[in-house]
């Protein structure tokens, strides 16, 4: 059994304005973006679902993935069976300068953390894509 647990990282070119039900209409500057989910099932076709601009907004990140301004620079897969996601955006906030653009988005199932979306100050990935990136 794998973990499948993830992370996108999405480059947004420009400013965006997006209207979400939940939030209303949020500005989401432009920057690097880190999504953290977990697969229950197939880690395939859900990284897979990311890439997709054209497709019904289920999960709020596909409000953000779904932006022609957006671009999915690096996927990270993490084997590691102890590891959650929370524990996984808690270490990435740690390790690049992070800071959380909307509360609550993307962690609707979530009790601990306030967002699994987080918006990193660093625009230098090199390096990032060993296992403890
Ligand atoms: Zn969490």
């Known amino acids: 059994m794998t973990s499948n647990l993830y992370q996108i990282f999405i480059r947004l070119n420009r400013d965006e304005r997006v209207v979400i039900s939940k939030f209303g209409e949020i500005l989401l500057t432009k920057g690097i973006y880190v999504y953290t ?9 859900r990284i897979l ?10 999960w709020h990140i596909d ?33 690049f300068k992070s800071q959380i653009p909307i509360k ?9 953390c306030s967002s699994h979306l987080i918006k990193i100050e660093s625009t230098n990935l090199e390096g990032c894509h060993s296992y403890n990136c």
């Open 104 to 112: 609550g988005f993307g962690a609707s199932d979530c009790r601990t």
């Open 37 to 45: 989910g977990r697969a229950q099932r197939n880690l395939k076709q």
């Open 63 to 95: 409000y953000l993935s779904t932006l022609n301004s957006a671009k999915i620079i690096l996927v990270k897969i993490f084997r590691d069976q102890e590891l959650t996601e929370c524990k996984l955006v808690e270490r990435t906030m740690i390790q």
């Open 49 to 58: 679902r990311h890439f997709r601009k054209n497709k019904v907004k289920f």
